[in-house]
């Protein structure tokens, strides 16, 4: 799979985690650790040599609340809602700045 696809399956995932979450957290908490499993897999196999310079700060500041962003997730996050936004604001950013990768 190449480097943008999987930047890509990231920020679905992150979208779809945030609607999980907006929905009811308690609800769909097995749901959302399923997918914050799957979507450190996808970062882990981002190599960040195959990102080009113009996406590398972005993706860099993405992994840095992350990975707050997915304690948070896994433990339950202090207000369901602004966890749920921070998730699918990341998704957006990520979905609009992957095309800066050919």
């Known amino acids: 799979m190449d480097t ?3 930047i890509l399956d990231i920020a679905m995932n ?3 985690v945030g609607n ?3 929905d009811g957290y308690a609800i769909k908490q097995k749901r959302i650790k399923i ?3 799957q979507t450190s897999e996808y970062i882990d ?3 960040e040599d195959d990102l080009p310079n113009s996406f590398k700060n972005t993706y860099s500041n993405f992994l840095s609340q ?3 962003l ?3 997730g ?3 996050p202090k207000d369901e809602l602004d966890w749920a936004e921070a998730m699918m604001t990341w998704g957006n950013i990520l979905t609009h700045r992957a095309s800066l990768i050919k």
């Open 4 to 6: 943008k696809l999987k």
């Open 14 to 16: 992150l979208n779809r």
């Open 20 to 22: 999980f979450a907006a």
């Open 35 to 37: 997918f914050l499993d």
């Open 45 to 47: 196999s981002v190599s």
């Open 66 to 68: 992350y990975k707050n």
């Open 70 to 72: 997915e304690k948070e």
């Open 74 to 76: 896994l433990t339950g």
